[in-house]
């Protein structure tokens, strides 16, 4: 709140004096300046949870141990093995009971949404022929602020800073692809670090 718009505001509550034209008018000013989007920190998930309507009593799939396959096999966002979110409670209501967002997806199943920076996804895979790969996620960003991931294998960074196009939607998609990834066969764990937040995951592909 800007200096001089308390003031106000007790004027209008009837426990302070009124205020000048002149000091009413500056603080007025000021404090519709300071309400401009521009001027305000966005943080998307206290915006998607007034806007989505959360199923309030998930469903669980039990889920795992999976391991996935690859090349070939579409890991779906939602199928991890492993996982860390910042914030607590699955705030789309679908399929998992733990602190990973998740929510139904345009492009039928589930998506893993509300992803903040900080959050991680860790899939169980086995290459059954090793070689050199191309990854593909399956993403859709409404802001090219923040829109970058990494991607780790048995903790090694494999590919940093990958940048997800902007879609326009939380449900308009895209497929990104890292490509030239060295892949030995046999038992991996691949990981995806989001170092952004502006953007949502529905699957994954190793080809």
């Given at each position: 709140?800007?200096?001089?718009?308390?003031?106000?505001?007790?004027?209008?509550?009837?426990?302070?004096?009124?205020?000048?034209?002149?000091?009413?008018?500056?603080?007025?000013?000021?404090?519709?300046?300071?309400?401009?989007?521009?001027?305000?920190?966005?943080?998307?998930?206290?915006?998607?949870?007034?806007?989505?309507?959360?199923?309030?009593?998930?469903?669980?799939?039990?889920?795992?141990?999976?391991?996935?396959?690859?090349?070939?096999?579409?890991?779906?966002?939602?199928?991890?093995?492993?996982?860390?979110?910042?914030?607590?409670?699955?705030?789309?209501?679908?399929?998992?009971?733990?602190?990973?967002?998740?929510?139904?997806?345009?492009?039928?199943?589930?998506?893993?949404?509300?992803?903040?920076?900080?959050?991680?996804?860790?899939?169980?895979?086995?290459?059954?022929?090793?070689?050199?790969?191309?990854?593909?996620?399956?993403?859709a960003c409404t802001n090219?602020?923040?829109?970058?991931?990494?991607?780790?294998?048995?903790?090694?960074?494999?590919?940093?800073?990958?940048?997800?196009?902007?879609?326009?939607?939380?449900?308009?998609?895209?497929?990104?692809?890292?490509?030239?990834?060295?892949?030995?066969?046999?038992?991996?764990?691949?990981?995806?670090?989001f170092t952004g937040k502006?953007?949502?995951?529905?699957w994954i592909e190793i080809?």
């Amino acid at each position: 709140m800007v200096p001089g718009f308390q003031d106000i505001l007790d004027y209008w509550s009837g426990t302070g004096s009124q205020p000048s034209v002149a000091d009413a008018k500056t603080a007025l000013t000021a404090q519709v300046e300071a309400l401009k989007l521009d001027n305000c920190d966005y943080y998307y998930e206290v915006v998607q949870s007034v806007i989505m309507t959360p199923n309030p009593t998930p469903s669980p799939t039990p889920v795992g141990p999976i391991i996935f396959s690859v090349p070939g096999t579409r890991i779906e966002a939602e199928d991890y093995t492993g996982s860390y979110d910042i914030t607590s409670g699955n705030t789309g209501g679908c399929h998992r009971t733990d602190d990973v967002d998740i929510e139904v997806c345009s492009e039928r199943g589930y998506n893993v949404g509300w992803i903040d920076i900080g959050d991680w996804l860790s899939y169980d895979i086995n290459v059954t022929t090793g070689g050199t790969y191309n990854i593909y996620l399956r993403m859709a960003c409404t802001n090219l602020q923040y829109n970058s991931l990494d991607i780790q294998l048995d903790s090694t960074t494999i590919a940093s800073s990958v940048s997800v196009p902007l879609t326009g939607a939380w449900q308009n998609w895209t497929t990104i692809m890292v490509a030239n990834i060295i892949f030995s066969a046999g038992a991996h764990t691949l990981r995806i670090n989001f170092t952004g937040k502006n953007y949502n995951l529905n699957w994954i592909e190793i080809n």
